[in-house]
């Protein structure tokens, strides 16, 4: 059983920016990836970012590419998001979830989310 929970998110001027920290609790294994998932109410959940827990090897969606950029802490067993470059598109529940089978967009667990929000 992995427990994940979310931190960092807030208000936000567009422009700005924010990290958002994933903090796992529990063995993450090493085949596992991390995933960042958004989702506004009404919306499809939408993939942001993922990293392979082995190696550190990143994918990050399209619609963030060259603005986010994702990196994991092995040791504090922590994944973070950094958003550069904020616009108001970016407002959205922020979640993050571990594929313990190393799937990315897969999600085994999930973390409660944290709000961001993007003001023009």
């Known amino acids: 059983q992995v427990q994940l929970v979310e931190s960092g998110g807030g208000l936000v001027q567009a422009g700005g920016s924010l990290k958002l920290s994933c903090a796992a609790s529990g063995r993450i294994f090493s085949s596992a990836v991390m995933n960042w998932f958004r989702q506004v109410p009404g919306k499809e959940r939408e993939f942001v970012a993922a990293?392979?827990?082995?190696?550190?090897?990143?994918n990050v969606g399209v619609s963030v590419r060259g603005r986010f950029t994702i990196s994991r802490d092995v040791a504090k067993n922590t994944v973070f998001l950094q958003m550069n470059s904020l616009k108001p598109e970016d407002t959205a529940v922020y979640y993050c979830a571990v594929s313990k089978s190393g799937v990315v967009g897969g999600s085994d667990y999930w973390g409660q989310g944290t709000q961001v929000t993007v003001s023009s």
């Open positions: 990293v392979r827990w082995s190696n550190g090897v990143t």
